[in-house]
């Protein structure tokens, strides 16, 4: 059984004290530090954090997956705040938002990102370049003797603020995909299951080195690529840009690789532009956040030799929900692991049940319905939103939001969206059936995106958007109508529309609030 006072940055202190002289974090601009140096490094910060925000609860942190932005967040979480990772992709409204939201007084970012990013100066922050350079060669070589001497147990009591496991540790603000941003607030429980899930059903070894390219302010980037690495025993390399394939490349090569997180958006890209050497070492690429296309999946193992493993999470379920995994078994039999077109089988301690979408009957078996889930890393709640934590909680079950069904070995085939669906003449019409189709008439390389528009006769219609150059709106539109689809889900043929790019946000999710405004704007031109 866990303990009670078990956080996340007491588990960190004993895992770098195990694994002192192990590479620990890495990125493009640095080299690499051990688990000795990372603790050192962080317990200074975490000193210099607590005597500049005392009295502060939240501490923001502005800064890309990198080095820096691992230390200021072991740091931020040894000295008891709970971290806030801003959204430096929202913009400036949605990230106001989050500062109000928590009351933050201190943001600790970095001038050089700042300026790159082209984020405006805030008179609450404070530069990693500013603080780094305050601890003396004394205080340094001070903190390395009483890191690598005192065992973790007394630095756990002298430098880690006390703590239990039931606390909050961070508020992930959600992609604000379908609307305004939500704080997820999230306990050290939360994360410490979710890592603890993912370890039990993967052959996780101390020699893998994980990939990083989420950004921290994602949930499956913080617990992921964060703090999944740091209490495995893993050494991660970072890149702050996750479409920067050949940085990404580079980089997987260098440190031999051997576990990714991603999209499949960012993995259709390196699959373009990464060199197959450069992957050579990778035992297991895990994709969320968008659905697996086939077309993707069968480009990346190609060039690869590796098999997209997808899966399937929320913000507030700290985030993995459940996940395909290699078969298991012996010459006695074989596990089956993984099912093509489904996000696998729950994580160990996570259940899943679909219901009736409006009555909330069930569980029902085989056929569509509400996901509902449950678990240790399910959230405390929307910070400052009790009604609306409530509306999402029934009887302890986070509703999903997601139309699904499961099947009798447990594997979870998504089919759409709650939010995703158009009323037009009475009838429910999913977006994602529609993109489904699309996707299969689209080069690899291509994608499309299908919202809806308001509508006097029928209240909404549906447009379709895509990217292919090679295939013309109306040939696209003729060959939607020769399809199954029926008549009513069928756009109009002036609603096919051509576009260069589909939006997406930082997270590499289709950004569905940017594609209706796209949508209403070219329909009400043409």
């Known amino acids: ?50 005597r500049r925000a005392a009295g502060e609860r939240f501490l923001g942190l502005l800064l890309p997956s990198s080095v820096g932005g691992a230390l ?45 990013a082209g984020i405006a100066h805030d008179s609450r922050m404070v530069f990693l370049e500013d603080i780094l350079p305050s601890f003396g060669q004394v205080a340094r070589l001070r903190m390395l003797a009483v890191a690598f001497l005192l065992p973790a147990g007394l630095l756990n009591r002298w430098y880690v603020t006390e703590a239990d496991g039931e606390s909050p540790a961070t508020v992930v603000f959600s992609s604000g995909s379908t609307g305004l941003p939500k704080g997820v607030l999230l306990a050290h429980r939360n994360i410490l299951a979710n890592v603890e899930a993912v370890c039990r059903i993967f052959d996780v070894r101390s020699t893998d080195v994980m990939l990083g390219v989420l950004p921290f302010f994602h949930s499956f980037g913080f617990t992921g690529t964060l703090w999944l690495p740091l209490l495995a025993g893993l050494g991660v390399v970072y890149h702050g840009n996750p479409t920067d394939a050949r940085a990404i490349g580079e980089l997987a090569g260098r440190h031999r690789a051997t576990m990714l997180i991603s999209t499949p958006t960012f993995c259709a890209i390196y699959a373009r532009k990464c060199r197959p050497q450069e992957f050579a070492h990778l035992r297991y690429v895990i994709v969320g956040a968008e659905k697996l296309r086939a077309p993707v999946a069968a480009a990346f193992r190609e060039r690869f030799g590796v098999t997209l493993l997808e899966g399937y999470g929320c913000t507030e379920m700290a985030p993995v929900v ?43 078996f085989g056929e569509d319905g509400l996901l509902l889930v449950n678990g240790p890393n399910r959230m405390m709640g929307y910070l400052g939103e009790p009604e609306r934590t409530a509306d999402v909680l029934r009887d302890g079950w986070y509703v999903t939001g997601d139309i699904a069904s499961i099947d009798d070995q447990g594997f979870i ?30 080069g690899e390389s291509y994608r499309c995106a299908v919202t809806s528009v308001p509508d006097d006769l029928r209240g909404e219609r549906i447009v379709v958007l895509f990217t292919d150059p090679g295939l013309a709106a109306q040939a696209l539109w003729d060959r939607l109508t020769r399809t199954e689809l029926p008549r009513l889900w069928l756009p109009k043929r002036d609603d096919v529309l051509f576009v260069e790019s589909i939006p997406t946000l930082g997270t590499g999710k289709t950004d569905l609030r940017a594609v209706r405004q796209m949508a209403i704007e070219r329909t009400t031109l043409t």
């Open 1 to 50: 059984m866990r303990r009670r006072d078990e956080v996340l940055g007491r588990r960190f202190v004993r895992m770098a004290k195990a694994r002192w002289r192990s590479f620990c974090l890495a990125d493009a601009g640095r080299e690499p530090l051990t688990y000795g140096e990372t603790l050192v490094a962080s317990l200074l910060l975490s000193g210099w954090i607590r």
């Open 413 to 442: 085939r998504i089919t759409d969206r709650l939010s995703r669906f158009s009323k037009i003449g009475g009838e429910m019409v999913p977006h994602l059936r529609i993109e489904e189709c699309v996707d299969d008439m689209l």
């Open 72 to 116: 200021a967040n072991i740091a931020a979480t040894m000295a008891g705040k709970i971290v806030v990772n801003l959204n430096f992709t929202a913009g400036a409204e949605a990230m106001d938002a989050a500062l109000a939201r928590c009351g933050i007084g201190t943001i600790v970012t970095s001038r050089i990102f700042v300026a790159k």
């Open 322 to 364: 459940s996940v395909n995994r290699p078969d298991s078994g012996s010459a006695g039999g074989v596990q089956r692991g993984a099912v093509a077109g489904t996000v696998g089988q729950p994580l160990p301690g996570v259940t899943a049940k679909v219901v009736h979408p409006e009555t909330g009957e069930g569980p029902l």
